[in-house]
């Protein structure tokens, strides 16, 4: 079975700059997630696609950062523009059910300079 | 909130010792999960209990959970030089959304 693909892995941009990322789930999860993680931290929950609705987007900065999963399969995050603050690990992960355990991709390093 | 807290924060051992680390959490929970997180193979889940699961067993793994102290525990026997990671317990409430804390270091020497 074939995990979560993320890409690019690596990334470094300016400020002021905007990126996107990348992520293609495991065939068959319909729920979807985008985490940041801050060097030394957890991993904190951005946004949670069930199919091609958002369940959860709370901690999602609005104003520069977007998501989208058109079809209800892959998705994609964007910052625009980019903070020094959001350099981190972008990971995505999917889980059959909702609530249930989930798989996690490689992650998506940023550094913004 | 939500969130789990490991304690403790850093451990480190030799090869062949258990290690156990601790999580609390303060709402009431659906389900509480482990994961473990290591360069090489990046966040992977461990096990998964459910709120009226008091333990669950996984080779050489094993979680228990006190829902009346909001607490879980999870125990690695016979470590291994390749169970060196950080370990994050994830709380799932009411929304199934999971909170990771900060998590525990463990170190493990051959």
């Known amino acids: 079975e074939a995990g979560v693909a993320q890409s690019p892995r690596y990334k470094i941009i300016e400020k002021r700059q905007s990126v996107a990322f990348w992520c293609n789930p495991i065939?068959?999860?319909?729920?979807l997630y985008w985490y940041q993680q801050i060097l030394g931290q957890g991993p904190k929950l951005l946004i949670q696609f069930q199919n091609n609705g958002v369940v959860d987007d709370s901690q999602l900065p609005k104003d520069r950062f977007s998501a989208e999963r058109l079809k209800g399969v892959d998705s994609t995050l964007k910052i625009q523009p980019a903070k020094l603050e959001d350099s981190a690990v972008y990971l995505c992960?999917?889980?059959?059910?909702?609530?249930?355990?989930?798989?996690f991709g490689p992650g998506t390093r940023l550094t913004v300079t | 909130s939500q969130q789990g807290e490991e304690d403790p924060q850093a451990l480190s051992i030799q090869e062949g010792e258990n290690a156990t680390m601790n999580c609390s959490y303060k709402?009431?929970?659906?389900?509480l999960q482990w994961y473990r997180q290591n360069s090489g193979r990046g966040l992977v889940h461990l096990i998964l209990i459910r709120s009226n699961e008091r333990e669950k067993h996984s080779g050489r793994l094993r979680v228990t959970l006190d829902t009346s102290k909001k607490s879980s525990s999870l125990l690695i026997t016979a470590s291994r030089a390749a169970d060196t990671a950080s370990y994050f317990c994830a709380p799932a409430g009411g929304t199934d959304k999971l909170i990771f804390g900060t998590g525990t270091r463990l170190q493990v020497f051959p």
């Open positions: 992960a999917s889980s059959y059910l909702q609530g249930g355990e989930q798989y």
């Open positions: 709402t009431s929970i659906n389900n």
């Open positions: 065939s068959g999860h319909a729920t």
